[in-house]
């Protein structure tokens, strides 16, 4: 049977998701799922958000219906859209709601950044400069230093065919650039980063965390899911 280890549900902002379920699979152990389901992101406008917000409320509930063990609420942007002091409170209410074990997007990047204890983060993004002033609340929040903010100035409906040496060299250059930098972060699991962790990793003697690696980390250790897991960094090796 699929899924007899842990069936994890992830609402995806994109309309189009395309890289999160390949990577997902590149990570997981046999006998973990994904049950994926779309929310109605196009151009992170915020009706889009909003739009999104709602509709992954609903589907946490089909979510539950069917079995998962874990429901991930996906996208940051959705996860604090009713502000950042409110994540928790979502994942509280949301839990109620659907009797099953709920995390966000942020949350579990967040829980992979204390775990490699970051110090000083330098924060990369797939999007514009319009993103940098969001992200660095992010950091502020969660009381991180931020060293900088990087963004690879594409939209959402490039993500796919982007490559991983777009994220090889662009954290080559940011820790070039800001060599106080401990841990890098790349936000936005819909970009092709897994991939690219380790090399990082090895090369620049640091730690990274990366959207999809941490949200499939978090999913599987709160599914007992506690294979260590090679080839994708430090975060999912030892943790």
Not at 109 to 127: R, S
Not at 135 to 156: H, P, Q, V, W
Not at 220 to 227: F, H, I, P, T
């Amino acid at each position: 049977m699929y899924g007899y280890r842990a069936r994890i549900g992830y609402t995806s902002p994109p309309v189009a998701t395309e890289i999160f379920p390949y990577e997902f699979y590149k990570i997981v152990p046999e006998g973990v799922t994904l049950v994926v389901s779309t929310l109605a992101v196009t151009q992170m406008t915020a009706d889009d958000i909003e739009e999104s917000y709602n509709l992954s409320l609903v589907l946490a509930k089909e979510h539950a219906r069917v079995g998962v063990d874990l429901v991930v609420l996906g996208g940051i942007p959705i996860n604090v859209m009713r502000g950042i002091d409110k994540v928790d409170d979502l994942i509280r209410d949301t839990e109620a709601s659907i009797g099953v074990p709920v995390t966000t997007s942020l949350t579990a990047q967040i829980a992979g950044l204390h775990a490699v204890e970051a110090k000083n983060v330098g924060l990369i993004h797939p999007f514009g400069d319009f993103h940098d002033d969001k992200t660095r609340e992010y950091l502020d929040y969660y009381k991180f230093n931020c060293s900088g903010i990087k963004g690879a100035n594409k939209t959402i409906g490039e993500l796919g065919r982007m490559s991983v040496e777009d994220a090889l060299e662009i954290g080559r250059s940011f820790k070039a650039s800001h060599p106080e930098t401990d841990t890098l972060w790349y936000i936005g699991p819909h970009w092709p980063v897994s991939a690219a962790i380790e090399t990082l990793e090895n090369e620049l003697g640091i730690s990274v965390i990366g959207a999809n690696q941490a949200i499939v980390w978090q999913a599987l250790r709160r599914c007992n899911v506690n294979d260590r897991i090679q080839g994708f960094g430090y975060l999912l090796r030892e943790f």
